[in-house]
């Protein structure tokens, strides 16, 4: 497996670059390099070069195949699983449904894959708050994308959902499209989460608190 860097960095990135290399340079200037300013001045270039290295290692993202399977609903996001129950889904399906839902912190990947293959036949993005992530109102309240894939099999509905930190959510396509399990579905930054409403003839087969990575892990599979 390699790893990349997304391409939500490339203007991120760069900007970032541009301050922390200016914010050096003007404390250089500033602060002389000698005594007790010599060792702030190292203190500051290696937090600098710290908090740097942070935003790069965010853009990250693991380059490998898919293994696909139609009766499977893999992982739509690297994080840990912060909910597992039934309820009723009223946006679109209008039905009991199986929620799972995955936190991911600023440390894991950020770049969401597409659980199933299938016809997206739903599309919305909702404006909103920005609680935190684990937020039991936010899969409502806050800021989010919703998705609908449906296949000759299955269906799903799935969110994008922004949090206290996250306040930019991307997504690469448009209802009616063809999607294909395990392709790129878009992007959140810094720190947000993903719920999942499966169909409740789906075996789930993950629990609480435990990690999970997008395009790996089998979130739940058909009977």
Known sequence: MKLGLHKEGNNVIPVFFILITALMYGLHYIIPFEGVGMYA?????????IFFGLVVFFFRYPIFDVKKDAKQFISPADGEIVVVEKVMETEY???????????????????????????????????GKFLVAWHPKSSTLNERTSFVVENETTGLLFRQIAGAVARRIRWYDNEGD???????????????????YLPLDAKVNVKLKQQVRAGKDIIAQLK
Do not use: C, W
């Open 41 to 49: 001045l190292i203190i500051l270039d290696l937090a600098g070069f």
């Open 93 to 127: 399906y209008n039905e009991e449904r199986m929620q799972v839902s995955i936190f991911m912190s600023p440390f894991n990947t950020h770049m969401n894959r597409y659980p199933i293959s299938g016809k997206l036949k739903y599309f919305k993005y909702h404006p």
């Open 178 to 196: 063809n999607v294909t399990q395990g392709d790129q579905l878009g992007f959140i930054k810094f720190g947000s989460r993903v719920d999942l």
